[in-house]
């Protein structure tokens, strides 16, 4: 363990008329953290545009998963948070083959078809769990599932509270 002259004399307190180990302390964290941001922008400018293009979208994928829930989670507030226009990222889900909507639908209803058939779940009314993942509207909650799964969410809980029995 080092002392605390020893330790000020390491990070240079000494030579700081009043400065504390703390100050200190402070000034290398400070130093450090500055550092390491400037390695990752350096680092990041020497990606290729296909590399940043995709470290982008898997920010965006990250941010829309944990804000499923948010029924008023928009491109808007998405590209916002990004510091990219909504024309940017339209234009970077339409290079995935999909719209900014049809990915925040299809992550919902995903998460919808899991908890229904989630045997912890069985007392939840199924409107509870579409409004849990952002669904507002029950009518266009069923008609979304049943055009994705084929079968109306009720159906969907019934077979997998049957397959769930017979196991």
């Known amino acids: ?21 703390a100050e200190a302390l402070t000034a290398i964290s400070l130093e450090l953290i500055a550092t390491a ?12 545009p296909e590399s940043r293009r995709q470290a982008l979208l898997s920010l965006i994928h ?16 998405i590209a916002a948070t990004h510091h990219i226009s909504v024309r940017h990222l339209y234009k970077i889900f339409q290079e995935q083959g999909t719209t900014v909507a049809a990915w925040i639908r299809r992550c919902r209803i995903e998460q919808c078809h899991r908890d229904l058939a989630d045997i912890r779940k069985r007392s939840l009314p199924i409107q509870t769990i579409a409004a849990r993942w952002g669904f507002t509207d029950a009518a266009h909650f069923s008609r979304t599932f049943r055009a994705t799964y084929g079968v109306s969410p009720r159906e969907h809980r019934i077979s997998a509270a049957a397959i769930g029995s017979d196991l």
Do not use: N, W
């Open 37 to 48: 941001c400037a390695h990752q922008l350096e680092a990041s400018a020497s990606l290729s």
């Open 62 to 77: 990250d941010f829309i998963r944990q804000r499923l829930s948010d029924p008023d989670l928009t491109p808007d507030t």
């Open 1 to 21: 363990m080092l002392t605390v002259y020893e330790t000020t004399t390491l990070l240079g307190s000494e030579s700081r008329p009043g400065c504390t180990l």
